[in-house]
C-alpha cells in the first residue's frame, strides 16, 4: 500500500533526522520521518548533551562553530531553550607534563584561523571551578561552550518538527529501498513510502540503510557508557574533560552529576541492545573522585549504553551518496554529533533544495571512506 504524496523520506528518528525534517518543512516540503524504534530511541536519548567546540577535530570546526551560533539562538528555532547553559567547557591537564598537550592544541587552532580556545592556568581554573582538586595545573577552555538537556532538546525538535507537518512514523522499520522511476520506494515491511530524495540518518544502522541503495560504506559503532550520581549541592558550572583520562563531567539543573567520557560497554546491533561494562565505567567514576573528593561517598543512581555509529576518522558522513541519485547521507558522527544537530539539519535542507551548500563539509564524503576501504 502506498502512503501520502511525499518530497523526502528521513530514516532515522533521532535528532539528526528531527533537525533535516524541520529544516526541509519549514522551506515547503512535505517530509516523513521513519523511526525502527521510537524517537530519540539510541544515540540521542543516550547523549550526554555536550554543546562543545573545544577540542573538536579541525575538520568539524567550521560547521561546529557556525552551530554554536545556533545554539545561542535555539529557542526561536524550536522554541525551547533546551535546557541550554553555555557555562563553558574545560580540559584540565593534572599535571605539569600534560600542559603541551594543551599548548599544541590551542596553537593548531589558531594555526587555523580560530581563537576559540584559550589556556588558563591554575588560579584561574580553581576560580571557574573551586571544588576542583587544587593539584590540577592548567586547562584549555571554550568559555562560550556548555550542555544541553537532550530529552527536553528531543521534545521541542519533535514538536517543531510536526508543527512545521512532518509526520513521524515510529515503530516503521525500514526492510528495502527500490528505484520507482524518478522516485525512491521505501519499503517498511507491508507499508510503502515514495519520494524523489530519500536522507540516511540512521545512526548505528546507517550502513545496512547505504547498502539498500548500492552505497558500500565502512561503518562501526560506538556503546559509550554514562553514570547519573544523586542530587548534590552545587558544585560546578563548566562541563570538564582531562588529559590522558576519559571523561566528560557535569551537573545538570536538577543537582545530578552526569559521567561519561567515551569509555564503550558492549552493542548488539542486530538486537538493538546495549551493555554497561562496569569494571570499565569505574575509570570514569575514579577520575572523578580524584578531580572533586567529595564526590566519593555519593551514589550512583542510573547507568546506561548508547548506540551510535562510527567510523574509522571519526568524522561523520554528510553529503550525497555518491552512486543513488536523491538519497543523502548523514551519520556517524562518532560520539561527538549532539552540538552539530542544529547545523546538519540546515546542511540537509541546503542540499536538497539548492543542490549544494555553502558549509564546509568537503571533509564528510562517504566516498573518502569508501577508498580507504578499497585500498586495504
Given amino acids: 500500500m502506498s502512503g501520502p504524496v511525499l518530497d523526502t523520506i528521513i530514516i532515522g ?70 535546557g541550554f547553559h553555555s557555562h563553558g567547557q574545560v580540559m584540565v591537564a593534572e599535571k605539569r607534563s600534560d600542559v603541551p598537550v594543551l599548548e599544541k592544541r590551542l596553537a593548531k587552532t589558531r594555526n587555523a584561523g580560530c581563537g576559540h580556545e584559550e589556556l588558563i592556568d591554575r588560579d584561574e581554573l580553581l576560580r571557574l571551578v573551586p571544588a576542583l ?85 565502512p561503518l562501526g559503532h560506538k556503546a559509550s557508557m554514562m553514570i547519573v550520581t544523586e542530587r548534590v549541592a552545587p558544585l560546578l558550572k563548566p562541563v570538564v574533560s582531562l588529559v590522558g583520562r576519559p571523561l566528560s563531567f557535569k551537573q545538570t539543573d536538577q543537582g545530578t552529576l552526569v559521567i ?65 541519485a536523491g538519497v543523502f547521507h548523514a551519520f556517524g558522527f562518532s560520539g561527538h554529533g549532539f552540538q552539530l544537530v542544529p547545523i546538519v539539519g540546515a546542511i540537509m535542507a541546503d542540499l536538497i533544495i539548492a543542490g549544494g551548500t555553502r558549509k564546509q563539509i568537503a571533509s564528510f564524503t562517504a566516498e573518502r571512506l569508501m577508498q580507504r576501504q578499497a585500498v586495504a
Avoid at 579541525?58 to 535555539?74: C, H, K, T
Avoid at 584549555?140 to 512532518?166: K, M, N, Q, Y
Avoid at 548488539?268 to 578531580?291: G, T, Y
Fill in 133 to 217: 582538586s587544587p593539584y590540577c595545573a592548567a586547562a584549555l577552555i571554550v568559555r562560550t561552550d556548555g550542555a544541553a538537556d537532550p530529552h527536553r532538546t528531543l521534545r521541542a525538535f519533535r514538536r517543531s518538527a510536526e508543527a512545521a507537518g512532518v509526520t513521524i512514523h515510529e515503530g516503521c522499520g525500514v526492510t528495502a529501498i527500490d528505484p520507482l522511476g524518478s522516485d525512491w520506494r521505501v519499503r517498511a515491511g507491508e507499508r510503502e513510502f515514495v519520494a524523489p530524495t530519500v536522507v540516511n540518518m540512521a545512526g548505528a544502522w546507517a550502513k545496512t540503510i547505504a547498502a539498500m541503495v548500492g552505497d558500500d560504506i
Fill in 260 to 324: 561519561g567520557g567515551g569509555l564503550q560497554g558492549r552493542a548488539d546491533i542486530e538486537a538493538e541492545q546495549s551493555f554497561v561494562d562496569f569494571m570499565e565505567l569505574s575509570r570514569s567514576a575514579r577520575a572523578v573522585i580524584d578531580l572533586f573528593p567529595t564526590t566519593g561517598s555519593l551514589r550512583i543512581v542510573r547507568t546506561w549504553a548508547g548506540m551510535e555509529a562510527k567510523t574509522s576518522d571519526l568524522l561523520p558522513v554528510i553529503g550525497p551518496s555518491p552512486r543513488a
Fill in 13 to 82: 528518528g533521532g535528532l539528526m533526522g528531527l533537525s533535516a525534517g524541520l529544516h526541509l518543512a519549514r522551506s515547503g516540503k512535505r517530509v516523513a520521518i521513519l523511526e525502527k524504534s521510537w524517537v530519540g530511541r539510541h544515540a540521542s536519548g543516550a547523549s550526554a548533551a555536550g554543546v562543545r567546540t573545544l577540542n573538536r577535530a579541525l575538520e568539524e570546526l567550521p560547521i561546529s562553530l557556525e552551530a554554536m551560533d545556533m545554539w545561542r539562538n535555539i529557542e526561536t528555532i524550536v522554541g525551547d531553550g533546551c
